[in-house]
């Protein structure tokens, strides 16, 4: 009767934070979006709209922008890491949680907690080895491998990979850890610092368009020959512009330069690199996907 | 009485073959190693030592160099996939030796047998998420992941990733598919051909050692963001030289600049970035752990 249950999920973003309550058929209910501010404030806005409808819920799933602690066995588990963004930095967040619920509690990164959600019911359903991209105001990924989140060392943070450079790309880079890595070069911060408009502001010929493919189809292949997915999702908001998903599989496939046949029908036969099934839902329905893995 | 059985295995190599038989407890029994030459006149070396020593023992297992196809729903299952050892391409490995043995068999690559044979028995006892590469004729690299090796799409190519270029350098690379992928940059015939000997006929001071150790440094820190390994095994003939370890250490904590405190006591009182435990074994070794997971 899983289908049945209620469960609510909490989706912790950079930018805005969308709490629901869903079904565990992945049928969301109810929904809200809340600006993301300080993480007091925030908390207050998500009490406030969450702790009235958890009558009747099975649990509370959270799935949260990195890095976090998420290994139970971590002192720090609940914690936020080393974030840009400075206020959430170690803010206990699994405790501010906990102070008004009692419910099983589930916590993730948003990507990993995406990644599932696909796997259960997105574009990636009947895979084992899948990984989840976001690109927008950061890029970020989780990796499910053999059916399970990755965490290991912290959890991937794939978005600090550095890309080779574009020889004709001398722009230094948003990230403070790193300058010039994959976010830094690539989010939509970048692009914007760099163009002075976001891709939907262009045109698909201007010079923009082939840069952040080639990037972004880089890490496509670095994500190819360690993750091995068979399903590799490109979701957030940058991905929003449908004319760059074609461009980034043809920059993969030029980096790869055959040594992967992506499209070799004993891979299976469909295209490996795709948009997410779940839409805006991604996160929330990984909250809620991390509940009913949990138990 | 898993230590009392006798297994089988055979560790393919680029330029040898080792071929042994081990307890399930991971004692060497008995062991050999022959030349690779072509597949044909391989196989019937490998044959030759080996089928009087089947008697008593449970299985056989078999760690390959990659590409090669180890998802038994392919019809490819078995073939040694597009190698630069063109003799090898294509070459039906699997079916070659089930010609003249009915044992069980269980194929995975050298690197992802390598990494459960470190679990099982060497230097990552007691980790879940592991990585295992060796820099060498070439650099491969195998993940285990929640416990398990990682396939997926193919599996895991690491040494076809790209660095970044350090800037006082402009040899091409060796890679035929790649040119100067971490493999054609930093395998053993790409610092023969740059420097024209290898490290371990070099001083501890000479630029080859800055260079190996920043390229792999930078291999360190894209499996750190990807797989997060707890345990990050450099082994190989290059890894020979104890000298490269350290400076290997190094160039992926400058590259990280923080961003993952790989001392961080939250992530375990260990060491990190490793060599093997189990040396020269680690492949004929890994070959045995397939049979026993397999079983």
Not at 20 to 44: F, M, N, Y
Request: glycine content about 12%; proline content about 7%.
């Amino acid at each position: 009767m899983t289908g049945k249950k209620r469960i609510a999920g909490i989706e912790l973003g950079g930018t805005k934070i969308v709490c629901g309550i869903a079904t565990g058929a992945g049928d969301v209910l109810q929904r809200t979006s809340i600006p993301t501010r300080g993480p007091e404030e925030t908390l207050i806005d998500i009490r406030t709209w969450l702790e009235p409808r958890l009558t009747d819920t099975t649990g509370l799933g959270i799935a949260s922008f990195g890095p976090v602690y998420v290994d139970p066995a971590s002192p720090r588990y609940g914690h936020i890491g080393t974030t840009p963004k400075t206020a959430w930095r170690d803010f206990d967040l699994l405790r501010a949680i906990r102070e008004w619920t009692e419910l099983p509690l589930a916590l993730d990164t948003d990507v990993n907690a995406a990644a599932l959600a696909e796997i259960r019911w997105g574009a990636a359903r009947g895979h084992d080895n899948v990984v989840y991209v976001t690109v927008g105001t950061g890029i970020g990924g989780g990796i499910v491998a053999n059916s399970r989140a990755v965490h290991g060392l912290m959890h991937p943070e794939i978005g600090h990979m550095k890309p080779r450079r574009l020889p004709d790309d001398d722009f230094d880079g948003l990230c403070p850890f790193h300058g010039d890595c994959f976010e830094g070069l690539a989010a939509g911060p970048a692009i914007q610092a760099r163009w002075g408009k976001q891709l939907n502001e262009l045109p698909a010929d201007h010079p923009a368009f082939a840069m952040e493919a080639d990037y972004l189809g880089q890490l496509a292949v670095n994500l190819l020959l360690t993750a091995s997915p068979t399903k590799l999702i490109f979701g957030g908001g940058v991905m929003s512009n449908t004319e760059l998903l074609p461009m980034v599989r043809d920059a993969a496939a030029r980096h790869l330069n055959n040594y992967l046949d992506l499209t070799d029908p004993s891979n299976g036969p469909e295209e490996p690199i795709v948009t997410p099934g779940l839409e805006s839902n991604a996160g929330l329905l990984g909250a809620v996907a991390l509940v009913i893995d949990a138990s």
